[in-house]
Structures are given as C-alpha cells and as structure tokens.
C-alpha cells in the first residue's frame, strides 16, 4: 500500500526513539488531511510492513495519539483521526458561538436550565454584588457539528439583565448582551484546570467516567467596572484546546498543587 511521504524518513540511528518518530511524522499527515475523518488509518500490520519497522512501535506511536485526543480507536472497524480540536483564545473575550463559526464548525446549544436565584456567598466575592443580589444562572450544553463539546454554567448579574430569562437562551448569549442590552465588555479573566469527568458530566458529555475535562472559570466585566458574567465550563479535553498570546511581562501562570 502507498503511505504518505512523510511516514517514509524515519531513521533508526537517530537518537530520537523510532516510536516517536512515527508519532510525529502520523501527526503531521493527520493536520495535512490526507488522512481525512471517517476514513480509517493503514492497520497496525500495513504500517508495520510497509515502514519496516515493529508492530510494538506503531502499537506504541498510535496509542500516544490516542491519549492525546488525536485518534480514536474502534472495535472491529479500525482507527480513525478524531474531529479537529476547537481553539479558544484567551487573549480576548469571544464566546462560543463565535470562536466555532471562526473555526468552521456549526455551533448549537440545548438549554438544560435557566433560574433566578440570590447569589451564593463565593459569587457575591467574585461578581463584586451586595448580599441579596439576584443572578441568572444558564445552564447549557453547547454542541460542535451536533456534537456535544462543553457543559456551560453562566451566572449573569441580573441587575445589568432584566427579563434576560425571556429571551431566546439557545443562541450566543454574548450577542444577546451586546446588541439587546447594550453591555460592552472591557475585560475578563479566565483560568483553566484538568478534572476527571464525574458520572453525571461524563453522560452529558458523551464520555466515559472518569475522563480528563479542561474545567474553566471565567468572569467578565464591562466597561463600567461592574461584574457583568461568571461562567463554569467543562470541555472535552479531546476536542477542546485554549491559546494564549504572551508579551512580555503582561500574561501570568500560575502553577498549583492539586494533590
């Protein structure tokens, strides 16, 4: 069988492992789209063959892959490249419809809840509001191609969205603020954590327990100083990748113990 050019240059005098060799040059076919989805990759046996190379190296090359979300195996029809990842940038605020129009992707959204409720104790301290103020808490499951890809809880300071809950929940909500209400955003902070999927979330998902999810915070505020968004994210690790632009002295990491 005839393998991509860039399978064939693989050097086992180099003091790079073979393994991952084969890992890097299969990455590289995959992001050309020769490779496309739903067309199953050459069998462990015909990369083996054709390479000359082990089976326990391409065994070893394909399940890195799969680890990282780039291929996905399946039972007794082979291998298959996964959908490509959805990349959020952390640079500015966008939302979610945005950023899958920009990446091609059809987005929807199923909306699970939608409540007024007085804000909890940790959100009175994130959102900046006095006790007693009302919040709009949006629960929804937002969807890539049909998809599910995140589960989003939003609470919104219902001071600055009256009779928000009346309005059409299953668009961008970031457009519903902007030409409805008027609101600017002036800034945001968003920070980002791997969980495990519980069962509830793994369901919803369509994952299995226990699965690595990249949990993000983020809140927003507008242009008049006030606390305008706090939203929890769960996003399939699978599908889902964040970029950020660093400039010198102005983006920081902060790394943290979980353990």
């Not at 199923?110 to 940790?122: G, K, Q, T, Y």
């Not at 301290?125 to 006095?130: D, S």
């Not at 937002?142 to 309005?167: I, Q, S």
């Not at 970031?174 to 968003?190: K, P």
């Amino acid at each position: 069988m005839n393998l991509p050019e860039a399978l064939l240059h693989l050097n086992p005098q180099a003091p790079i492992p073979l393994y991952l060799q084969l890992k890097e040059a299969m990455l590289q076919v995959l992001h050309s789209g020769v490779w496309p989805e739903g067309k199953p990759l050459p069998s462990e046996r015909e990369l083996s063959e054709g390479l000359s190379i082990s089976r326990a190296t391409v065994r070893q090359a394909i399940h890195e892959l799969e680890l990282e979300g780039w291929l996905e195996r399946k039972q007794g029809r082979g291998t298959f490249p996964r959908p490509a990842k959805v990349e959020q940038p952390l640079a500015r605020v966008t939302g979610f419809s945005e950023n899958m129009r920009l990446a091609g992707i059809e987005p929807s959204t199923r909306l699970l809840s939608a409540r007024l409720e007085p804000a909890p104790a940790h959100l009175l301290k994130a959102m900046r509001l006095r006790p007693g103020a009302v919040v709009a808490v949006i629960t929804r499951l937002r969807l890539a191609d049909g998809e599910p890809l995140m589960l989003e809880r939003a609470h919104l300071n219902y001071a600055l969205t009256p009779g928000l809950l009346g309005h059409d929940l299953s668009g961008s909500l970031y457009d519903l603020l902007t030409h409805t209400y008027r609101l600017r955003f002036a800034r945001g902070e968003e920070s980002i954590q791997a969980v495990k999927a519980e069962p509830w979330l793994a369901k919803a998902l369509g994952i299995p327990r226990g699965a690595v999810v990249l949990f993000t915070r983020r809140t927003v505020t507008t242009d008049t100083g006030a606390v305008l968004e706090h939203t929890e994210r769960y996003g399939r690790a699978d599908r889902c990748s964040f970029r950020v632009n660093l400039e010198g002295d102005n983006t920081q990491i902060t790394l943290r113990d979980s353990s």
